[in-house]
């Protein structure tokens, strides 16, 4: 079935909205980028262009007849949710910067009648209180119609507007949070300032002002454009919604605990003159837009709480609030972000964010005055990037299962527009963490697109000196140099198992360009001198603020180390897409470095390598960069990794870098092992987490963010460690099946491919290996080594 075929059939099912099953790109977008185009961004008259606002905006447009095609370009600043005719059909635009504004393509037929019909659009700009990720420049609205026959629908003077009253922002700060917090603000609407049913065909507009233009659109190709919009097509697809209920009430104060509420749509009474107060669970985190219908209760204040988990009460001379277990409530207190909507005693009003909430926990707090309130409904609507499971695994273990489980929920809710740290603290698109996250994506749904817009994003972040940005879209710069060198490993990642040589060719510049501000810094023997901004490595006690350690020349084994692997990645990048003058000269310098990495940080008596040339300080770390970067090999590598493990003084690494230990101990032949490791993560499971944190909590020290993706690599290992699959050529037109069962008996599953997927099954006696049209292979099991065709492969065992 054709994808477009797919996504209509998955909306008229109800289970995507139909806008997300249509195109998203007319054939001609990209002509847009080269174009002056004939709409014109407009706003508010009375708006400010850079402080808080929340905007309506209605055209009215007449069709002779319904159309059989209504193809517009959509786009807002910072963001908008476009209605046609009562229906909300689209939202965004997707996050990107000035220089790469994304516009959404929509086709409005399936919406338009013949007659008199509304198009509206609810914008809004959260001014300095903004989410960190979200760039912006002021507050703007734009639609074009695609070809003549839409233009009529062309933002300009003839749209109408009217500045809300009804919304202000609730503020909070890190220290509320309890951690780094910059994901906007929460929502307070006050419902007799609301103009109810304003996105409506009948609603009357006749007292709104004209909207005021700002300027003409251009694509970012334009020649003289006057905007700083600098229009681009969105190259994802609509986020996936799907409807969910909470799962049932904890605890309730004020009122008696409701029978079906919130599992089923049950009434709540809530007398006047009462606060109540109720604590739902959903049972698992999510990231959602709850939608609370409300009737009656004039002037009632209610408020909305979400909550990844409770916390315990603080403990005398503690610095951090301890969370436990997470299933427990009991005796713990409600601390996170809100909404809060003041009632205005009408009939089914209906409250939904403007942007979606990340919880499993949500505290409705309700308080009323002179009117009794009826809580109608309360019931949310997951959203997320549409990434569909394909791979399978299936060993016998319900632990293991149910592992996989929890690193799929945790992928999933830290992926939208973009890949994301974490969805309830900071939503921003870090490079370390993507790296893991990209490959959890390709091998649970090979699905390469967001993969690529994350690439596609961070080299849109490059500085005139060559560094990418830490994290990106984001309007505050943050520089962590290690993070430009895991970039051009997350290309040669997309390289690797995407088919895509276009796109990398295109993305070589920009390797080219990181690589040459870390030349500059490259002392004559190769080794780097102190580099600038945070020397982030990974989150370990003894090291401050995450920083690798160094010496005052700037001599650190870990940084040495993953330039060494940069230069290789790119020498053989360069070898297949670019030039191979460059192939030369990165394989030279990668030679240099090894060379010189044995000879600072290799210590003969301990039998490792220490974090720096002094000799002083060892770590995990750098013992397993060192095998990833070939400095050790072979058995050396292997005898390397063992004695790493078991060394005492060693700084052990975090969930984010053990990943990339279990990849060198899976290289030098200890794939066996892999299970046995995955101790922390059972741990969580077991700790009432229904996502992996972003560190393991620690007495006095719990995880600040209960889901953060670096920590979901187990969705990439047990399917290439563990059932073996892995690509072994570009683009994963070649495949490698290498199994390591460790104790497990029998496994079977499968991995998505780019030609389809890969089935393994491994029993005591035989392999059975299938492989896509057109694609070979090789496999390997202890001492048997055969060569794989496409189709059904056998192979004895015994």
Same mark, same amino acid.
């Given at each position: 079935?054709?994808?477009?075929t797919?996504?209509?059939f998955l909306?008229?099912?109800?289970?995507?909205?139909?806008a997300?099953?249509?195109?998203?790109?007319?054939?001609d977008?990209n002509?847009r980028?080269h174009?002056?185009?004939s709409?014109?961004?407009?706003?508010?008259?009375?708006?400010?262009p850079?402080e808080?606002?929340v905007?309506?905006?209605?055209?009215?447009?007449?069709?002779?007849?319904?159309?059989?095609?209504?193809?517009?370009?959509?786009?807002?600043?910072?963001?908008?949710?476009?209605f046609?005719?009562?229906?909300?059909?689209a939202?965004?635009?997707?996050?990107?910067?000035?220089f790469?504004?994304?516009?959404?393509?929509?086709d409005?037929?399936p919406?338009?009648?013949?007659?008199?019909?509304?198009?509206?659009?609810?914008?809004?700009?959260?001014?300095?209180?903004?989410?960190?990720?979200?760039?912006?420049?002021?507050?703007?609205?734009?639609?074009?119609?695609?070809?003549?026959?839409?233009?009529?629908a062309?933002t300009g003077?003839? %749209?109408?507007?009217?500045?809300?009253?009804a919304?202000?922002?609730?503020v909070?700060?890190?220290?509320?949070?309890?951690?780094?917090?910059?994901a906007?603000?929460?929502?307070?609407?006050?419902?007799?300032?609301?103009?109810w049913?304003?996105e409506?065909?009948?609603?009357?507009?006749s007292?709104?002002t004209?909207?005021?233009?700002?300027?003409?659109a251009?694509?970012?190709?334009?020649?003289?454009?006057?905007?700083?919009?600098?229009?681009?097509?969105?190259?994802?697809?609509?986020?996936?919604?799907?409807?969910?209920r909470l799962?049932?009430v904890?605890?309730?104060?004020?009122?008696?605990?409701?029978?079906?509420?919130?599992a089923?749509?049950?009434?709540l009474?809530?007398?006047?003159?009462?606060h109540?107060?109720?604590?739902?669970?959903?049972?698992?985190?999510?990231?959602?837009?709850?939608?609370?219908t409300?009737? #009656?209760?004039?002037?009632?204040?209610?408020?909305?709480?979400?909550?990844?988990?409770?916390?315990?009460?603080?403990?005398?001379?503690?610095?951090?609030?301890?969370?436990?277990?997470?299933?427990q409530?009991e005796?713990?207190?409600?601390?996170?972000?809100?909404?809060?909507?003041?009632?205005d005693?009408?009939?089914?009003?209906?409250?939904?964010?403007?942007?979606w909430?990340?919880?499993?926990?949500?505290?409705?707090?309700?308080?009323t005055?002179?009117q009794?309130?009826?809580?109608?409904?309360?019931?949310?609507?997951y959203?997320?990037?549409?990434?569909?499971?394909r791979?399978?695994?299936?060993?016998?273990?319900p632990e293991?299962?149910r592992?996989?489980?929890?690193?799929?929920?945790?992928?999933?809710?830290?992926?939208?527009?973009t890949?994301?740290?974490?969805?309830?603290?900071?939503?921003?698109q $870090?490079?370390?963490?993507?790296?893991?996250?990209?490959?959890?994506?390709?091998?649970?749904?090979?699905?390469?697109?967001?993969?690529?817009?994350a690439?596609?994003?961070?080299?849109d972040?490059?500085?005139?000196?060559?560094?990418?940005?830490s994290?990106?879209?984001?309007?505050?710069?943050?520089?962590?140099p290690?993070?430009?060198? %895991? %970039?051009?490993?997350?290309?040669?990642?997309?390289?690797?198992?995407?088919?895509?040589?276009?796109?990398?060719?295109r993305?070589?510049?920009?390797?080219r360009?990181?690589?040459?501000?870390?030349?500059?810094?490259?002392?004559?023997?190769?080794?780097?001198?102190?580099?600038?901004w945070?020397r982030?490595?990974?989150?370990?006690?003894?090291?401050?603020?995450?920083?690798?350690?160094?010496?005052? &020349?700037?001599?650190?084994?870990?940084?040495?180390?993953?330039?060494?692997?940069? $230069?290789?990645?790119?020498?053989?990048?360069?070898?297949?897409?670019g030039?191979?003058?460059?192939?030369?000269?990165?394989? #030279?310098?990668?030679?240099?470095?090894?060379?010189?990495?044995?000879?600072?940080? %290799?210590?003969?008596?301990?039998?490792?390598?220490?974090?720096?040339?002094?000799?002083?300080?060892?770590?995990?770390?750098?013992?397993?960069?060192?095998?990833?970067?070939?400095?050790?090999t072979?058995?050396?590598?292997? &005898?390397?990794?063992?004695?790493?493990?078991s060394?005492?003084?060693?700084?052990?690494?975090?969930?984010?870098?053990?990943?990339?230990?279990?990849?060198a101990l899976?290289?030098v032949?200890?794939?066996d092992?892999?299970?046995e490791?995955?101790?922390?993560?059972?741990?969580?499971?077991?700790?009432g987490?229904?996502?992996?944190?972003?560190?393991?909590?620690r007495?006095g020290s719990?995880s600040?963010? &209960?889901?953060?993706?670096?920590?979901?690599?187990?969705?990439?290992e047990?399917?290439?460690?563990?059932?073996?699959?892995?690509s072994a050529a570009?683009?994963?037109?070649?495949?490698?099946i290498?199994?390591?069962?460790?104790?497990l008996?029998?496994v079977?599953?499968?991995?998505?491919?780019?030609?389809?997927?890969?089935?393994?099954?491994? #029993?005591?006696?035989?392999?059975?290996v299938?492989?896509?049209?057109?694609?070979?292979?090789?496999?390997?099991?202890?001492s048997?080594?055969?060569?794989?065709t496409?189709?059904?492969?056998?192979?004895?065992l015994a």
């Amino acid at each position: 079935m054709p994808d477009s075929t797919r996504r209509r059939f998955l909306a008229q099912a109800g289970i995507l909205p139909l806008a997300a099953a249509l195109p998203l790109r007319s054939q001609d977008a990209n002509d847009r980028v080269h174009e002056i185009w004939s709409a014109r961004w407009i706003t508010a008259p009375e708006a400010h262009p850079t402080e808080y606002g929340v905007y309506h905006f209605r055209h009215t447009l007449d069709l002779p007849a319904k159309p059989a095609r209504f193809l517009v370009h959509v786009s807002a600043d910072n963001r908008y949710q476009f209605f046609v005719n009562g229906r909300r059909v689209a939202w965004g635009p997707a996050r990107g910067d000035l220089f790469h504004w994304r516009f959404e393509s929509i086709d409005l037929a399936p919406y338009l009648e013949a007659g008199h019909n509304t198009l509206a659009a609810l914008v809004w700009n959260f001014g300095e209180l903004a989410p960190e990720a979200q760039v912006t420049l002021q507050t703007g609205f734009l639609l074009q119609g695609d070809t003549a026959d839409e233009r009529a629908a062309d933002t300009g003077a003839s %749209w109408k507007c009217l500045r809300s009253t009804a919304y202000s922002p609730l503020v909070f700060t890190s220290g509320q949070m309890h951690g780094y917090y910059v994901a906007g603000p929460g929502d307070r609407i006050e419902a007799a300032h609301h103009p109810w049913g304003w996105e409506t065909r009948d609603f009357d507009d006749s007292k709104w002002t004209a909207a005021a233009v700002i300027e003409p659109a251009a694509g970012r190709e334009a020649q003289d454009a006057h905007s700083r919009w600098m229009l681009v097509p969105r190259t994802i697809p609509a986020m996936e919604e799907k409807p969910e209920r909470l799962r049932e009430v904890r605890r309730a104060t004020g009122i008696p605990v409701p029978r079906l509420f919130p599992a089923r749509p049950e009434p709540l009474a809530i007398p006047a003159h009462t606060h109540a107060v109720l604590l739902l669970d959903q049972s698992y985190l999510t990231t959602a837009y709850p939608e609370l219908t409300i009737s #009656e209760g004039k002037d009632a204040v209610v408020k909305l709480r979400y909550a990844e988990t409770l916390f315990e009460p603080r403990k005398p001379g503690a610095r951090a609030l301890e969370k436990g277990n997470r299933n427990q409530v009991e005796g713990k207190e409600f601390l996170g972000n809100n909404d809060e909507f003041v009632a205005d005693g009408g009939a089914r009003r209906a409250f939904r964010p403007l942007w979606w909430r990340t919880y499993r926990y949500i505290e409705l707090d309700i308080e009323t005055k002179d009117q009794p309130l009826r809580v109608d409904d309360l019931r949310a609507t997951y959203v997320g990037f549409p990434f569909e499971r394909r791979a399978t695994f299936d060993a016998g273990s319900p632990e293991l299962a149910r592992l996989l489980d929890v690193g799929w929920r945790t992928a999933r809710l830290c992926a939208h527009e973009t890949y994301m740290d974490c969805p309830y603290y900071e939503q921003l698109q $870090y490079v370390g963490d993507t790296r893991v996250q990209c490959l959890v994506s390709l091998f649970n749904s090979g699905d390469g697109r967001l993969m690529r817009n994350a690439i596609d994003l961070i080299n849109d972040s490059r500085h005139s000196e060559g560094c990418t940005m830490s994290r990106y879209p984001t309007r505050l710069e943050q520089y962590i140099p290690g993070f430009s060198l %895991w %970039w051009i490993g997350m290309l040669h990642d997309y390289w690797w198992y995407v088919d895509d040589p276009e796109f990398v060719r295109r993305m070589l510049p920009g390797v080219r360009a990181v690589l040459s501000f870390f030349a500059g810094y490259q002392k004559a023997n190769g080794s780097l001198a102190s580099l600038p901004w945070w020397r982030y490595f990974d989150w370990v006690p003894s090291w401050p603020s995450g920083n690798a350690p160094q010496e005052s &020349d700037g001599s650190a084994a870990l940084f040495d180390l993953l330039l060494l692997m940069a $230069y290789r990645w790119a020498g053989e990048l360069e070898t297949a897409h670019g030039l191979r003058a460059m192939a030369d000269t990165y394989r #030279e310098r990668e030679r240099q470095l090894r060379t010189t990495a044995q000879q600072l940080y %290799w210590d003969p008596g301990r039998k490792l390598y220490s974090d720096t040339p002094k000799k002083e300080q060892f770590s995990l770390h750098t013992n397993t960069m060192a095998v990833l970067a070939d400095v050790a090999t072979g058995a050396d590598a292997h &005898d390397l990794m063992q004695r790493a493990l078991s060394a005492e003084g060693l700084a052990q690494p975090g969930l984010f870098f053990l990943f990339y230990v279990h990849t060198a101990l899976a290289k030098v032949g200890e794939g066996d092992h892999y299970l046995e490791r995955l101790g922390d993560w059972h741990a969580m499971i077991e700790r009432g987490l229904t996502t992996f944190a972003e560190v393991v909590d620690r007495p006095g020290s719990p995880s600040r963010s &209960d889901c953060h993706a670096w920590s979901a690599s187990p969705n990439i290992e047990i399917f290439r460690t563990v059932l073996g699959v892995d690509s072994a050529a570009p683009g994963f037109n070649r495949v490698s099946i290498r199994p390591h069962l460790g104790t497990l008996k029998s496994v079977s599953g499968s991995a998505p491919h780019p030609k389809g997927k890969v089935d393994v099954r491994i #029993e005591a006696s035989a392999a059975t290996v299938t492989l896509p049209e057109g694609i070979t292979g090789e496999f390997e099991w202890k001492s048997i080594r055969r060569e794989l065709t496409p189709g059904v492969n056998r192979i004895p065992l015994a």
